[in-house]
T-cell receptor
Framework: NAGVTQTPKFRVLKTGQSMTLLCAQDMNHEYMYWYRQDPGMGLRLIHY???????AKGEVPDGYNVSRLKKQNFLLGLESAAPSQTSVYFCASSSANRANVLTFGAGSRLTVL | QQQVKQSPQSLIVQKGGIPIINCAYENTAFDYFPWYQQFPGKGPALLIAIRPDVSEKKEGRFTISFNKSAKQFSLHIMDSQPGDSATYFC?????????FGQGTTLQVKP
């Protein structure tokens, strides 16, 4: 069972470049989330989705966009990367009837120079 | 306030010791309090969770103590082992979303 798969695992960007992080889950989960993890800040919710075609803002949405065109995929986009977006990004998913239990991916480390 | 404040930031104990990690919150609308465990290079994984109508929950060597009036909850790890060395996050649920604490890096020395 793959669970939640994130690609790429590592990426280095220059300021102003754009990129997309891909999250794929094979558990037929309805809910999907994007978090960022920074030292001393814990995990902060960027955006989330409660179903295909729907997205909503989390705690720190500025500078990011998301799309959920297919139930199994949740994309996180950075249109114009900034050094403040250097972080480790985690995707997670949960089922609607066990929404409290999040399954996380292994993370994507992004460095913006 | 939608914050969850976690302490300490780091903790070192000897094997067999009982590390305690504390979390505090302000929002009385939080209705579910999980703890996640994260090993280096991995994503967090659910460890144990409690609802606010329960004062204590135990699963194996892990215990959550919950004090609703003080708006605090804590994780205790009994007979800690080097394999418990990891980062621990408390969290609280509000409006369907999990708000995480800052994390505690635990090292259990052999």
């Amino acid at each position: 069972n793959a669970g939640v798969t994130q690609t790429p695992k590592f990426r280095v960007l220059k300021t102003g470049q754009s990129m997309t992080l891909l999250c794929a889950q094979d558990m037929n989960h309805e809910y999907m989330y994007w978090y960022r993890q920074d030292p001393g800040m814990g995990l902060r919710l960027i955006h989330y989705s409660v179903g295909e075609g729907t997205t909503a803002k989390g705690e720190v949405p500025d500078g990011y966009n998301v799309s959920r065109l297919k139930k199994q995929n949740f994309l996180l986009g950075l249109e114009s990367a900034a050094p403040s977006q250097t972080s480790v990004y985690f995707c997670a998913s949960s089922s609607a009837n066990r929404a409290n239990v999040l399954t996380f991916g292994a993370g994507s480390r992004l460095t913006v120079l | 306030q939608q914050q969850v404040k976690q302490s300490p930031q780091s903790l070192i104990v000897q094997k067999g010791g009982i590390p305690i990690i504390n979390c505090a919150y302000e929002n009385t609308a939080f209705d579910y309090f999980p703890w996640y465990q994260q090993f280096p290079g991995k994503g967090p994984a659910l460890l144990i969770a409690i609802r606010p109508d329960v004062s204590e929950k135990k699963e194996g060597r892990f215990t959550i103590s919950f004090n609703k009036s003080a708006k605090q909850f804590s994780l205790h790890i009994m007979d800690s082992q080097p394999g418990d060395s990891a980062t621990y996050f408390c969290a609280a649920r509000w409006s369907g979303k999990l708000i995480f604490g800052q994390g505690t890096t635990l090292q259990v020395k052999p």
